[in-house]
C-alpha cells in the first residue's frame, strides 16, 4: 500500500541506523509514547540495532492498558443487566476485570458486542429500540473524534436507548507526568503520531519549552521510527529542545480542527484515573452535563464497585517507563496473553505483549 | 487502538446524513466516514482509524521525505565508499 510500503525500504533503514550510530555520542535515553510504536520497534527489531548509549524506554500509550480497573468492573456489572447490550473494541473486551472480562460476562449470559467502528452502536440502538444499548467508549485523541461523532449522532436524534460509559484520556498532560517522575529519565519523546493527526504538532510545544525536551511526532513504519530517532538525537546533541514534525503526511500543525469542534461539543476535559499510575490532572475526556442522560455511569446504578488489582502484576511501573516486561517474576510463567494477569499483556499494544511475542526475555 | 492505516478512496456516498466513503486498502474494502476530512476527493489517500478518516494524506510531504532519506541514504554510501579507500 502506498504511504507503508516506502517507508519500510530496507536501504533507507540500514542508512538510518548507520547515521544514528555515527550521531550518537552520549548516553540518551528516548521514550516512544505511542503502544503501537513499541510494538513497531520490538516487530521490527529497531531496539536491538540501535547505538548502544541509545535507551529505549516504553511509554502509556496503550489506551486499553490504562482504562482503570473500576471501568471495566463497572462495564461487566453494566452488561450483567436485563436488557442491556455493551458495546466495545475488540481488545477492550479481553481486559481481565476483578471478576473476569466482558467476554466472560457474555459467556455468563450477558449480551457483549464487538464494534469496529463507535457507530455500529448508534445502529445497534436504532436496531434494538427495546434494548439499552451502553458503548464503552476509551482512546485516546485519536479514537475521541469517532466516539463523540457517536454521541452527537444518537443525542441529536434523541436516542433514548443509548448511552456511553466515558473513559477517554489525553496524551500530553501523561507525557507532563512522566517528565515529573523523580525515578525515571527521559531526555526526548517520540510523539504518537497518530494522536497527533487530531491534535497537532503545536499543542506539543509547551512541554517542550517548560522541560527542555525535543519531542519528535513520528510515524509507525520502520522508516518513519528511525527517522523518529535520528531527529530526536541529532535535537539533543544539538541541546535544541524543540517539536520536530517527522509524520509530515499525516501531521498538520493544527491537526483536524473539525474533530476538535466535535469533540469540545460533546466531551469535556476532566481528571482521570490511569490504571496502574493513578489520577493526572486534566487528562480525561468525559460526557458534558447537558448530556447527563446519555451517561450511563449515572444512568445504570450498579453500587459501589471495589477493584482488585492482581497482587503481582507491576504493569503500572511498565507503562510509567519504570521497568521493563521482563522484570515482573509473573512474564512469560503465570502471565501469557492466553492467561494475561495485566492489561498490558492483552492489548496487541501493550509492552507486556510485545515483548512476549517477539521472544524479549531481559531487561537489556 | 490507534493503529491508523492509509486507504485510497473510490466512491462517496452519504448514509443519513453521514459523508461516507468505500476504501480501497490494497485489494480489502471497507468503509469510513468522512466527517472529518469533508475535503477528500475518490482517489485520494486517507488515514482511517475505527471507521473515521482522520486526515488526507499529504502526497507532497511523503514525496519530500522520501528524497530527504533517500539523499541521506545515498550521501552514506557516498562515506562508506570513500571510508573503505582511506
Ligand atoms: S507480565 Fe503480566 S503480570 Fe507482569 S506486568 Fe505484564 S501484564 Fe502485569
Redesign the pocket.
Known amino acids: 500500500m502506498k504511504h507503508l510500503d516506502e517507508f519500510r525500504d530496507p536501504a533507507l533503514a540500514r542508512a538510518l541506523v548507520e547515521r544514528l550510530k555515527r550521531i550518537t555520542t552520549r548516553p540518551w535515553t528516548v521514550m516512544e509514547v505511542c503502544g503501537g510504536q513499541t510494538h513497531s520497534i520490538l516487530r521490527h527489531g529497531i531496539d536491538q540495532v540501535l547505538p548502544e548509549g541509545l535507551t529505549l524506554l516504553h511509554g502509556p500509550g496503550c489506551p486499553v492498558c490504562v482504562t482503570p480497573l473500576e471501568t471495566i468492573d463497572r462495564a461487566v456489572a453494566i452488561a450483567m443487566q436485563p436488557g442491556v447490550i455493551l458495546a466495545s473494541f475488540g481488545d477492550m473486551l479481553r481486559v481481565p476485570g476483578s471478576h473476569g472480562s466482558l467476554l466472560e460476562a457474555r459467556s455468563r449470559g450477558a449480551d457483549v458486542r464487538m464494534v469496529y467502528s463507535p457507530l455500529e452502536a448508534v445502529t445497534l440502538a436504532r436496531a434494538n429500540p427495546d434494548r439499552e444499548v451502553v458503548f464503552l467508549a476509551i482512546g485516546f485523541e485519536t479514537t475521541a473524534p469517532g466516539n463523540a461523532m457517536a454521541a452527537s449522532e444518537a443525542i441529536d436524534a434523541r436516542l433514548t436507548n443509548y448511552s456511553q460509559l466515558v473513559s477517554h484520556v489525553l496524551v500530553p498532560p501523561a507525557m507532563a507526568a512522566i517528565l515529573d517522575d523523580e525515578h525515571v529519565r527521559v531526555d526526548a519523546f517520540l510523539a504518537a503520531g497518530h494522536v497527533c493527526t487530531i491534535t497537532g504538532w503545536r499543542l506539543y510545544e509547551p512541554i517542550s519549552a517548560r522541560y527542555g525536551v525535543p519531542i519528535v511526532v513520528t510515524g509507525f513504519e520502520p522508516v518513519d521510527i528511525l527517522d523518529g530517532f535520528m531527529h530526536a538525537v541529532e535535537l539533543l546533541e544539538a541541546g535544541s529542545p524543540k517539536v520536530a514534525n517527522r509524520y509530515g503526511r499525516a501531521v498538520q500543525a493544527d491537526g483536524n480542527p473539525i474533530a476538535q469542534a466535535v469533540i469540545d461539543r460533546m466531551y469535556e476535559v476532566c481528571g482521570r484515573k490511569w490504571r496502574g499510575i493513578g489520577v493526572i490532572p486534566q487528562s480525561g475526556l468525559k460526557l458534558r452535563p447537558a448530556y447527563a442522560a446519555w451517561d450511563a455511569e449515572q444512568k445504570f446504578d450498579v453500587g459501589d464497585i471495589t477493584p482488585q488489582e ?1 497482587a ?4 503500572g ?2 507503562l510509567q517507563g519504570r521497568l521493563k ?1 521482563a522484570d ?5 510463567t ?2 501469557t496473553p492466553q492467561t ?6 492483552v492489548s496487541s499494544e ?3 505483549a510485545a515483548w ?1 511475542r517477539y521472544g524479549r526475555k531481559s531487561a537489556t | 487502538m490507534c493503529l491508523a492505516i492509509p486507504g485510497r478512496i473510490t466512491e462517496r456516498y452519504a448514509d443519513g446524513d453521514l459523508p461516507m466513503a468505500r476504501i480501497d486498502y490494497s485489494g480489502a474494502v471497507a468503509t469510513a466516514c468522512l466527517s472529518y476530512t469533508p475535503e477528500a476527493q475518490v482517489g485520494d489517500y486517507v488515514l482511517v482509524h475505527a471507521g473515521f478518516a482522520l486526515q488526507v494524506l499529504d502526497e507532497a510531504e511523503a514525496a519530500a521525505s522520501l528524497r530527504e532519506l533517500t539523499r541521506l541514504s545515498a550521501l552514506m554510501e557516498a562515506d562508506d565508499e570513500g571510508g573503505a579507500g582511506a
Open positions: 492482581p503481582e502484576c507491576i504493569a511501573q511498565v516486561p515482573c517474576p509473573a512474564f512469560g503465570k502471565c494475561p494477569l495485566g492489561a498490558t499483556m501493550g509492552a507486556c512476549y
